[in-house]
T-cell receptor
Framework: AQSVTQLGSHVSVSEGALVLLRCNYSSSVPPYLFWYVQYPNQGLQLLLKYTTGATLVKGINGFEAEFKKSETSFHLTKPSAHMSDAAEYFCAASGTYKYIFGTGTRLKVLA | DVKVTQSSRYLVKRTGEKVFLECVQD?????MFWYRQDPGLGLRLIYF???????EKGDIPEGYSVSREKKERFSLILESASTNQTSMYLC??????????????FGAGTRLSVL
């Protein structure tokens, strides 16, 4: 069965510092992988997705993620954090009907 | 743009009440989902529907039921609300044509408080 693990329920970074949010998946076959962001009191919106092809995926707001099959990872990065990046981030793996979500990482950006 | 609309952003109900949460999508998506979101637990799937009048239990269906009479509308029903159902509820929809590659689109959520 598929599972998704996000390491660190809370991450704090200084404004301008590198953002790294970790996601590992467990699956017998490489799944389709997604990162979503949730701002306070809002629904989830898609940041980026990996389906096939290039393993480095670029998303909105300067975020990117790299699919590493050997490490079963799909970590999310951004070179320079902005105050507006403060939100909760969810990694997900896709099945035919359903997604499997990680438990989320809340990102705090310090001035 | 895909739009998923949840009828209420905030609801306050009393224990024992029957509660209806409504969700409408405008993209002719076959698949619709209801999740519950709680701190530290992420998103947990309650029910999903892959077609009109079809439904499947998710991970935590107890205490909930659903209805999908029309393709665009998916309702979540709490037959007798309890305080442990106080939570954020998120609806999502997803097309079927590209299978597992498809994105789920989310509504803004309904924050339900059961007193």
């Amino acid at each position: 069965a598929q599972s998704v693990t996000q390491l660190g329920s809370h991450v704090s970074v200084s404004e301008g510092a590198l953002v790294l949010l970790r996601c590992n998946y467990s699956s017998s076959v490489p799944p389709y992988l997604f990162w979503y962001v949730q701002y306070p009191n809002q629904g989830l919106q898609l940041l980026l997705k990996y389906t096939t092809g290039a393993t480095l995926v670029k998303g909105i707001n300067g975020f990117e993620a790299e699919f590493k099959k050997s490490e079963t990872s799909f970590h999310l990065t951004k070179p320079s954090a902005h105050m507006s990046d403060a939100a909760e981030y969810f990694c997900a793996a896709s099945g035919t009907y359903k997604y499997i979500f990680g438990t989320g990482t809340r990102l705090k950006v310090l001035a | 743009d895909v739009k998923v609309t949840q009828s209420s952003r905030y609801l306050v109900k009393r224990t024992g009440e029957k509660v209806f949460l409504e969700c409408v999508q405008d993209m002719d998506h076959e698949n619709m989902f209801w999740y519950r979101q709680d701190p530290g637990l992420g998103l947990r799937l309650i029910y999903f529907s892959y077609d009109v009048k079809m439904k499947e239990k998710g991970d935590i269906p107890e205490g909930y039921s659903v209805s999908r009479e029309k393709k665009e509308r998916f309702s979540l029903i709490l037959e007798s609300a309890s305080t442990n159902q106080t939570s954020m509820y998120l609806c999502a929809s997803r097309g079927r044509d590209s299978g597992a590659k498809n994105i789920q689109y989310f509504g803004a959520g309904t924050r339900l408080s059961v007193l």
